[in-house]
């Protein structure tokens, strides 16, 4: 396809499977991560993988701030040539009841899983428009439907991606920049710090997210699938 694609958060999990899967479709991809070490050993990943290396860009980026998306953006599209995806992936989970919830936590979890989808959005705006058009694509969850304890924070993060995403998809539509929400449900993945586990063989794995991803940019131009949720099909039982 030799699409340019920018990916949030894809140091690992989900993000690299992403990566990897845009990969495979003849894609090009900037790796971002929290920090550019991360990001060079997820790009040596792919690379060992046998992916051409100058088909994969490794940036620092903290979605926190405007301006590093800026800059990774920019940098990104004087590399390879533009921006045809993003992919909203960064995110941090966790948290605690509210009532024991410090504030710079709960900070942390809203400035990264929800106002880094709007710095990220913002800043790739004009560079999709400059391409005629293109897809966003955020990462949600199922727990913005169905909230649990000790989550309000996550679950109030995702819930306003989704509603984020909405609102942009019909502001975006008639530039031909197609917006989709992607509400995975459990993925076993090294999300926030823990490892994907054994016995958790009943969730989903971050290729499964990959492919509900690689999916949505096979759609013809007419048609939008503006949000797919993603659940294992058979949950471990309480």
């Keep these: ?22 990969l495979v479709q003849d894609d090009r991809v900037a790796i971002t991560g929290t920090s550019l070490d991360g990001a060079a050993r997820a790009a040596r990943t792919l690379v060992d993988e046998g992916h051409a290396a100058d088909r994969v860009l490794a940036l620092q980026c903290d979605v926190r701030e405007l301006a590093s998306v800026e800059a990774a953006m920019e ?46 959005c913002h800043a790739v705006i004009p560079h999709l428009r400059r391409r005629g058009g293109g897809w966003i694509i955020s ?35 008639d530039d031909k920049i197609r917006v989709s929400c992607v509400l995975p449900g459990s993925v076993n993945t090294g999300f926030s710090g823990r490892t994907a586990s054994a016995g958790s ?29 993603i659940r294992p099909s058979r949950p471990q039982k309480s």
């Excluded at 045809?84 to 990264?112: F, Q, S």
């Excluded at 913005?144 to 975006?172: D, I, T």
């Design 201 to 229: 063989e009943w969730k989903l794995q971050p290729e499964d997210v990959a492919q509900t991803i690689v999916g949505l940019l096979a759609y013809p131009e007419r048609s939008l699938p503006s949000r797919v949720e």
């Design 75 to 120: 940098e990104t599209s004087r590399q390879m040539g533009g921006i045809d995806l993003l992919i909203n992936n960064a995110g941090v989970g966790v948290g605690d009841a509210v009532a024991k919830l410090p504030a710079d936590e709960w900070h942390r979890i809203i400035d990264t899983n929800l106002t880094g989808v709007f710095h990220c």
């Design 139 to 173: 990462v949600s969850s199922l727990s913005s439907k169905s909230p649990f304890p000790n989550g309000a924070a996550y679950c109030a993060a995702k819930a306003g991606v989704n509603a984020f995403s909405e609102a942009l998809m019909q502001e975006l539509r």
């Design 1 to 22: 396809m030799d699409r340019i694609c920018f990916i949030t958060g894809a140091t690992r999990g989900i993000g690299l499977a992403v990566a990897r899967a845009l």
